[in-house]
């Protein structure tokens, strides 16, 4: 089992860039693939990115293509996702979430474990 918890959620302008992370606990993170998602208020939580196992394969939501990078440091447990030419359709709860597979997926459904979410708010 694995335990994830993000940070780096915050407040910036509309063209801005933030980075959140995902910091996940246990000594087996390299087994897990890794995805982003996000909800909006009042809308259903959707995907962002994902990365695989290896790192060597990503996919993004076309909404992010682009704009958003999505990044993964085995040796410090952390998946990053890195946002730049911000939008305010960008503000949203984002979720880091793991699913024990070697490949990036896209499904909500599919992942395993989750993290709380860490807020993020583009204002206009």
């Known amino acids: 089992q694995v335990q994830l918890v993000e940070s780096g959620g915050g407040l910036v302008q509309a063209g801005g860039s933030l980075r959140v992370s995902c910091v996940a606990s246990g000594r087996t993170f390299g087994r897990y693939a890794l995805g982003w998602f996000r909800q909006a208020p009042g809308k259903q939580r959707e995907f962002v990115a994902a990365i695989s196992r290896s790192g060597s394969s990503t996919r993004y939501a076309d909404s992010v293509k682009g704009r958003f990078t999505i990044s993964r440091d085995n040796a410090k447990n952390t998946v990053y996702l890195q946002m730049n030419s911000l939008k305010p359709e960008d503000t949203a709860v984002y979720y880091c979430?793991?699913?024990?597979?070697?490949?990036?997926?896209?499904?909500?459904?599919?992942?395993?474990?989750w993290g709380q979410g860490t807020q993020v708010t583009v204002s206009s």
């Open positions: 979430a793991a699913r024990t597979s070697s490949f990036a997926h896209t499904l909500s459904q599919e992942y395993e474990y």
